[in-house]
Each structure stands twice: as C-alpha cells, then as structure tokens.
C-alpha cells in the first residue's frame, strides 16, 4: 500500500494494531491442534492394544474438542470490540458444546466391550472375540463430525478475528480527507462483505471468502444502491458504504449469518461427497 495515501495508511495503521487478533487467530488453531493431540495421547494411554487405542482416540476426539467450543464462546462473550460489525453467533458454540458431549457419549457406548467385539466360535468350548467393523465405521462417521464441526468453527472465528484487523474507517474520516479515488480491497475484506451483504437481504450464494458470480452480482446491485460504480468488484469505498449501511441498519433475523455460512458448508460438503462418489464410479 501507499503510505502517502490516506485511505490505505489508516487501512495499515490498522493492521499494524491488529496483533491482538493474529494472536488470537494463531491460539485457536492451536487449541484446534492440542485437542486432537490430546485425544491421541488420551487413546494411547487408556488402551492396550493397536485397535483398542484406535477406537479409543476416535471416541476421545468428540470430547478434546470441547477446548474448542469454550474458547469460541469466551471470545464470543469476553471479547469486545467495535472495529468489526461481524461477530461469533453464540448459538453456534453452544449448539456445539450439546452436540460434541452428544457424540461423545454415543462414542462410549459404541466403544464398550459388549458393543465393539462380538464372540467367534471356533470350537464347542472355545471362541475368539472379533471387531465389529460396522462400529468401527459409525466411529469413524462420528470423530468425523466433531472434528468438521470444530474446524468450521475455528473457521468462523479466524474469519471475525481477521475482520477487526481489516475493518475499514468510517465514510466520515473519509470525506474529511477530501475526495479521495476508490481501490480495489484485499481478499481479507470478502468474508466480511459476504455477511453483511447477506444481512442485508442480498443472494451471495454462500459465504465462503471468494467473491463468486453471485457475490459480483450483488456487489454491483449495492454498488448501483450507493451511487458507486456498479462493478460488481469489492473496493475500499465499497466495503465502507457496507459498513455504514449495516449501522443503519436494524439487527437482522437471529441466526441469518450462521444459516449462510452452515449452508455453505452443507453445499461444500455435498459436492465433495458427489466428486467422490463420481471417482469411485468411474475406477
């Protein structure tokens, strides 16, 4: 960025200060990290065999993720801040919390030894006890999912940390610097512009950071709304007028960003399944 200009040096100033949420981003990723790792020492610890600690590991994931849902909700609660009109829904750790303790405790279950082994006879007073892999696979499906849902919202709130680093000045720090040309904005800037355009009643088709045909389409129509030039690109001056726009703006219906965002992980999550299962077809 230029520094002579003003609009991008309060845009670096800002960065420069933003630290703190890099910091923050880097711990949750983090926590991210410890609660598999410690899974896998919890696993390795409690069992005594190679499938025994597998399973073991599977079950532990969906409670070590919990680090994960606590330090969403403290940051969501804890942590203030008006750079940013993004912030973490708290439905969604919460939601989480239910859901991973859920999974964990049908992980036990699945996990006792009455459950997991099954006795083979091999001769009238003498069997072998052997795995049920139809469980070691509804294991798998259910580590699975914590695991998803944890990096989802590692996601989430890497995304809101990344907006207080990037939040724009307000349009009247703007005017009073004089007339100053519009610039084309980071990709940093997308997410955020995503859920506010959402908010405001726009089709983005999915908040996912890229600003796809949908997105361009419903930059431009904001773009026409504020007198800009309907480009369809995301600008500096765009993302301000979004910003003013949304503190005008009454608080939206609860839940409608979290509603965008797990869509589009449903609808990513979906086309993946869809690709494999062409791949698998096709070998």
Same mark, same amino acid.
Request: hydrophobic share 45%.
């Given at each position: 960025?230029?520094?002579?200009?003003?609009?991008?040096?309060? $845009?670096?100033? @800002?960065?420069?200060?933003?630290?703190?949420?890099?910091? #923050? &981003?880097?711990? +949750?990723?983090?926590? %991210? !990290?410890?609660?598999?790792?410690?899974?896998?020492?919890?696993?390795?610890?409690?069992?005594?065999?190679?499938?025994?600690?597998?399973?073991?590991?599977?079950?532990?994931?969906?409670?070590?993720?919990?680090?994960?849902?606590?330090?969403? $909700?403290?940051? @969501?609660?804890?942590?203030?801040?008006?750079?940013?009109? #993004? &912030?973490?829904? +708290?439905?969604?750790? %919460? !939601?989480?919390?239910?859901?991973?303790?859920?999974?964990?405790?049908?992980?036990?279950?699945?996990?006792?030894?009455?459950?997991?082994?099954?006795?083979?006879?091999?001769?009238?007073?003498?069997?072998?006890?052997?795995?049920?892999?139809?469980?070691?696979?509804?294991?798998?499906?259910?580590?699975?999912?914590?695991?998803?849902?944890?990096?989802?919202?590692?996601? %989430?709130?890497?995304?809101?940390?990344?907006?207080?680093?990037?939040?724009?000045?307000?349009?009247?720090?703007?005017?009073?610097?004089?007339?100053?040309?519009?610039?084309?904005?980071?990709?940093?800037?997308?997410?955020?512009?995503?859920?506010?355009?959402?908010?405001?009643?726009?089709?983005?088709?999915?908040?996912?950071?890229?600003?796809?045909?949908?997105?361009?389409?419903?930059?431009?129509?904001?773009?026409?709304?504020?007198?800009?030039?309907?480009?369809?690109?995301?600008?500096?001056?765009?993302?301000?007028?979004?910003?003013?726009?949304?503190?005008?703006?009454?608080?939206?219906?609860?839940?409608?960003?979290?509603?965008?965002?797990?869509?589009?992980?449903?609808?990513?999550?979906?086309?993946?399944?869809?690709?494999?299962?062409?791949?698998?077809?096709?070998?």
């Amino acid at each position: 960025m230029n520094r002579l200009d003003p609009v991008s040096g309060m $845009l670096m100033s @800002r960065s420069e200060n933003g630290s703190s949420p890099e910091i #923050l &981003r880097t711990i +949750t990723w983090g926590i %991210l !990290i410890m609660a598999l790792v410690l899974a896998l020492l919890m696993g390795n610890h409690l069992a005594h065999n190679f499938t025994d600690r597998a399973v073991r590991f599977l079950s532990e994931a969906s409670l070590t993720v919990l680090l994960v849902d606590f330090w969403a $909700l403290g940051i @969501r609660l804890f942590r203030k801040t008006g750079r940013t009109p #993004l &912030r973490i829904p +708290t439905r969604t750790p %919460l !939601i989480l919390i239910f859901l991973h303790l859920a999974l964990c405790y049908w992980s036990r279950h699945l996990i006792s030894f009455e459950v997991l082994y099954r006795l083979e006879p091999m001769e009238e007073l003498a069997g072998v006890y052997l795995v049920r892999w139809g469980i070691v696979l509804l294991l798998v499906v259910l580590s699975c999912i914590s695991v998803a849902t944890s990096i989802f919202q590692t996601r %989430l709130v890497g995304r809101v940390l990344i907006s207080e680093t990037t939040a724009v000045p307000e349009i009247s720090q703007v005017r009073d610097l004089g007339s100053e040309p519009d610039m084309p904005a980071g990709p940093e800037h997308v997410y955020e512009a995503q859920v506010i355009l959402n908010n405001l009643g726009y089709a983005i088709g999915g908040i996912d950071g890229k600003v796809s045909e949908s997105t361009g389409k419903a930059l431009g129509e904001f773009q026409e709304s504020c007198g800009l030039d309907p480009s369809g690109e995301l600008t500096i001056l765009t993302m301000i007028e979004l910003r003013n726009r949304w503190a005008g703006e009454a608080s939206p219906p609860p839940g409608q960003s979290a509603k965008a965002l797990i869509g589009h992980v449903v609808r990513r999550l979906t086309n993946r399944v869809a690709a494999l299962w062409e791949k698998w077809r096709d070998s």
